[in-house]
C-alpha cells in the first residue's frame, strides 16, 4: 500500500472527543475512562483513527501559508473538484456548478430542507435503528419522527419493510421522509431496486426525500452506492442529496458538508431557508481541504481506505461469529461501523446492556450506547482504527467482557 494505514496515530491532548471526552463527561454522551492497567482503545465517535490524505493537509498549509483571511468567493475548483468526484465515483450525470451548494454540516442542511417539505409539529418518515444525529436533530427542531423499522430476513440481511412504511404515510400524513444511503448505524448499501421500490413509493404519495449520502465513499468490497437521485427522474427531481468529504477524509473538525438539488424550485427554496441565519457560510480552509480531498491522490487514498475497511469488518465479523456465541451482526456493506445485537447473550448470562457496556469500557474497549440509535441491546463500535488495535478489542472483550468468569485470566 502507498499510504499508512497501520501505525498508531497519537490523538490525546490534541482536541480529539474520541480520546479526551471519555471519562470527562457524562456517561450518557462519552464511555467512562478504562480503569487502571489498560488503554483506550475508541471505538464510539464515527471518525476514524488513521490520518487524512496527504493532499488535504498540503492543500491547508499551502493556503495557510498565505497570511490573509478574509472575505473569500469560493473557488471554481471548489465546484469542479465535487462535479468530477461524483461523476467518476458514483456515475453523477449532469451535475453542474448551480446544483452545489455548501451547507456547514449534513444535520444543518437536513433540517434545512426538512423546513422547506414538513412544517414544525409535522411527522417524517425515519427508518430504525436510526442515526442519533436525527433524532438529536429532528426532535428539539420541532419535527415528529414516525420510525419504520427495518428487519433481518433470514440471512441476517437488514431490510425495508414497505408495507409498514406506506400504511405509516398513509397513517400519518406524511410528505417527508429522511433517507440514510449507506445506512447508519446499520451499514446496509442499498441496491438500485430497493432504493427504486422506495423511491416509488415516494412518488406514489408525495413525500420529498432528503437523502444522507455523507457514507457514500465508504463503500466496501463487492458493493456500490448507488446515488437516491439516479434511480429515476421524480427521485432527481423531489430529493434533496447532502454530501461531506468529513465522513471519507476525516475532517468533521473542520467543518464543510454540501447539497445537491437539481429541482431548480426546490433548489431556490431551500437556499433561501439556510441563507436566513447567516451562518451557514463556507469557511476557506475547509473549501482548500475539500479541493484537496478530491484530488487525483483523494482516490487513490479512498480506494486504499476501502481495502482497510472491508479488511478490518471482515476480521470483526468472523471474531464474533467464531469466538462471542449470543452476539449477532450483520456484515456491513458500507461505512466503518458495526451494531452488535446483545439480546440473546445478555437473557441468557441474565446481564443488561449497561452491564456490557461498563465492561467494556472498564478495559478500554470504549464502544457506543446503541439505545439512542433504537437499538434495545445493542451497541455500535467504529472499527477505522489500525487492524491491531481491532484485534486487541476483541481479545479484551473475549477474556473480559463475554468470557466466563472462571476463565478470565
Not at 448499501?189 to 449520502?213: G, N, P, Q
Request: include cysteine; charge should be negative.
Amino acid at each position: 500500500m502507498k499510504y499508512d494505514f497501520t501505525s498508531m496515530m497519537e490523538r490525546k491532548g490534541l482536541d480529539a472527543m474520541a480520546v479526551d471526552a471519555p471519562g470527562k463527561v457524562d456517561e450518557s454522551i462519552a464511555p467512562l475512562a478504562p480503569k487502571e492497567g489498560f488503554d483506550l482503545i475508541p471505538m464510539w465517535v464515527a471518525d476514524m483513527n488513521f490520518p487524512t490524505c496527504p493532499a488535504v493537509t498540503e492543500a491547508i498549509i499551502g493556503r495557510a501559508k498565505h497570511p490573509a483571511f478574509g472575505y473569500f468567493v469560493p473557488r471554481d475548483e471548489y465546484y469542479r473538484e465535487i462535479i468530477e468526484w461524483h461523476k467518476k465515483r458514483h456515475g453523477a450525470k449532469g451535475l453542474t456548478a448551480k446544483c452545489i451548494h455548501y451547507e456547514n454540516g449534513v444535520l444543518g442542511g437536513l433540517l434545512t430542507a426538512l423546513s422547506v417539505f414538513c412544517p414544525q409539529g409535522g411527522n417524517v418518515l425515519v427508518h430504525s435503528p436510526t442515526y442519533i444525529g436525527f433524532t438529536h436533530s429532528m426532535e428539539p427542531n420541532g419535527y415528529h419522527m414516525v420510525l419504520s423499522p427495518l428487519v433481518r430476513d433470514e440471512e441476517g440481511v437488514w431490510r425495508m419493510d414497505f408495507e409498514d412504511m406506506e400504511k405509516k404515510i398513509v397513517d400519518h400524513d406524511i410528505h417527508a421522509a429522511v433517507f440514510c444511503s449507506p445506512h447508519n448505524p446499520c451499514g446496509r448499501v442499498w441496491t438500485r431496486e430497493e432504493i427504486s421500490r422506495f423511491m416509488a413509493l415516494c412518488e406514489k404519495h408525495d413525500v420529498y426525500v432528503i437523502s444522507d449520502e455523507i457514507w457514500s465513499d465508504l463503500v466496501l468490497a463487492g458493493h456500490t452506492h448507488i446515488p437516491t437521485q439516479s434511480v429515476s427522474e421524480d427521485a432527481r427531481m423531489r430529493t434533496v442529496a447532502l454530501y461531506a468529504p468529513s465522513k471519507t477524509f476525516n475532517l468533521a473538525g473542520l467543518v464543510g458538508a454540501y447539497h445537491i438539488i437539481y429541482n431548480r424550485e426546490i433548489r431556490e427554496k431551500v437556499r433561501k431557508a439556510g441563507s436566513r441565519t447567516h451562518y451557514n457560510q463556507m469557511n476557506v480552509l475547509s473549501m482548500y481541504a475539500l479541493i484537496g480531498a478530491y484530488s487525483p491522490e483523494g482516490y487513490v487514498w479512498t480506494d486504499e481506505l476501502c481495502d482497510v475497511l472491508t479488511g478490518n469488518v471482515q476480521y470483526a465479523c468472523w471474531y464474533i461469529r467464531e469466538n462471542l456465541p449470543g452476539l449477532s451482526v450483520f456484515q456491513p456493506e458500507g461505512t466503518y461501523m458495526l451494531f452488535v445485537d446483545c439480546s440473546e447473550y445478555c437473557a441468557s448470562h441474565e446481564r443488561t446492556l449497561d452491564d456490557i457496556l461498563h465492561a467494556a469500557w472498564d478495559v478500554g474497549v470504549a464502544v457506543q450506547d446503541g439505545r439512542p440509535f433504537h437499538g434495545p441491546c445493542h451497541f455500535r463500535m467504529n472499527l477505522a482504527l489500525p487492524l491491531e488495535r481491532v484485534q486487541e478489542a476483541f481479545y479484551r472483550l473475549s477474556h473480559y467482557v463475554f468470557a466466563e468468569e472462571e476463565e478470565w485470566p
